[in-house]
């Protein structure tokens, strides 16, 4: 560790009879300000949301999945916080939908919510490995896709298995807001299982497995194991 710290400060020159002063790296000269640091988000914002964009096209599910999916990254999803920005809702009715009390919004419907959170960490459980999820939607996205590793059929089956839950979140929860009908998160995991199963058979005339054996080891009949 002392040696580590030692090697860290080397190139650290002290000059007498100088004060200490912050300097904004992206501007030395000009320094910081409020629309240097604004364009720094926003450019790294739009950089994710495009390169996740280019990825939700995917002929391995229904066009409509992918529709959401796109509206789901660009925040155009009527959430309730959305709903309140238009004027069309109140205050008083901005709640997550699963009843933990915070305000629904994309980020936190779909990935932190006390009951939708849990969907992320089951279906990892289920396809047999571990992961973290990442607190904005267009990050979750990109990450979760390359938990396998980069090879064409790792990512192509991941990218099926995350715009698969998205919509099953989404449906979920209109399911509780518009029908007053709760599905419990065993029964959203199965439906995960199921879909994704019924998919990658209308799409794949090769895949020869029946649904039990899908059910126990998908990355098993992938080949991907």
Not at 72 to 99: E, H, M
Not at 177 to 185: L, M, R, V, Y
């Amino acid at each position: 560790m002392l040696e580590e710290c030692r090697i860290f400060i080397s190139n650290v020159f002290l000059l007498p009879n100088v004060s200490d002063t912050w300097q904004w790296q992206l501007d030395p000269v000009g320094g910081y300000s409020v629309r240097s640091g604004y364009e720094v988000l926003a450019y790294q914002e739009h950089h994710v949301l495009d390169a996740a964009q280019n990825l939700i096209w995917y002929p391995q599910v229904p066009l409509k999945v992918s529709i959401l999916a796109w509206h789901l990254l660009r925040d155009w999803l009527p959430t309730k916080i959305n709903l309140l920005n238009r004027g069309i809702i109140t205050v008083a009715d901005i709640s997550c939908v699963t009843g933990c009390g915070h305000v629904e919004s994309v980020d936190h419907l779909f990935l932190h919510s006390n009951f939708f959170g849990d969907i992320w960490c089951q279906v990892r459980l289920w396809l047999g490995f571990s992961g973290v999820d990442y607190h904005i939607i267009g990050d979750h996205f990109l990450h979760f896709t390359l938990y396998l590793g980069g090879l064409k059929t790792r990512h192509s089956f991941l990218k099926l298995i995350w715009l698969l839950c998205v919509w099953l979140i989404w449906k979920e929860r209109n399911n509780r807001i518009f029908n007053n009908i709760t599905t419990p998160i065993e029964e959203l995991v199965k439906k995960v299982k199921f879909h994704s199963y019924w998919w990658l058979c209308a799409n794949n005339a090769a895949f020869v497995y029946d649904c039990q054996q899908w059910r126990s080891n998908p990355l098993l009949c992938l080949g991907i194991d």
